[in-house]
């Protein structure tokens, strides 16, 4: 078993890639790779897409890399688990609105929006931790429950279009999606590898789960 955490350029994957590993490493769940290489991830058993920075400028750098294709590849003709982290996430919607209109890999049927709080006090970026609000079960979500704690930082969030598609949120002067999932895609917007042990928890559960 083979996980591919995808690295084109959008932040430093240390953390990332010693939680994974640490993880798998417990679960039995084989090697996880930090690669730039698209026939690495496209033979991938499982696909790790992080990513800090603004949407467009992750796109951009997804298509150069060669790894937006390769993900194509094996997530809709393979069905490989997925799970998207923070801009990852992002990514999976149909459309992101920072700065300019992107397209997304539209597998989750969403566009990503400015966070606008209810009360103009909140400021923006949100930041920090949050307690989860739990909407549906998901293998992902085995063994965590509403009022665990994840944390985040981002100025954008995915607001759905199919609410059968969120799996959990937060409210940060309002709902804010903190999970998505189809099939074997996930999306998480906070940082489970920052999250302590309700971000490990996931992290196993991904590295585990069969869908």
Known sequence: MLTAIIDYESGNLHSAEKAFQRMAQETGA??????????????ADRIVLPGDGAFPSCAAALWRSGCFQAM?????RRGVPFLGICVG????????????ETDGLGWIDGE????????????????????????RPHPVLDGIATGDHAYFVHSYQMRLSDPA??????????????????????????HPEKSAATGLRMIANFLTWHP
């Open 72 to 76: 194509v590849e094996a997530v809709e």
């Open 165 to 190: 598609q969120r799996v959990a949120h937060v409210d940060y002067g309002g709902d804010v999606t903190a999970i998505v999932a189809r099939d074997s895609v996930v999306g998480l917007q906070f």
């Open 30 to 43: 084989g090697e996880v790779v930090v690669t730039t290489d698209p026939e690495t991830v496209a033979g």
């Open 89 to 100: 996430m992002q990514l999976l919607a149909r459309k992101g609105h920072e700065y300019t």
């Open 112 to 135: 990503v929006e400015r966070i606008a709080p209810s009360d103009p006090a909140m400021k923006v970026p949100h930041m920090g931790w949050n307690d989860l609000v739990v909407d």
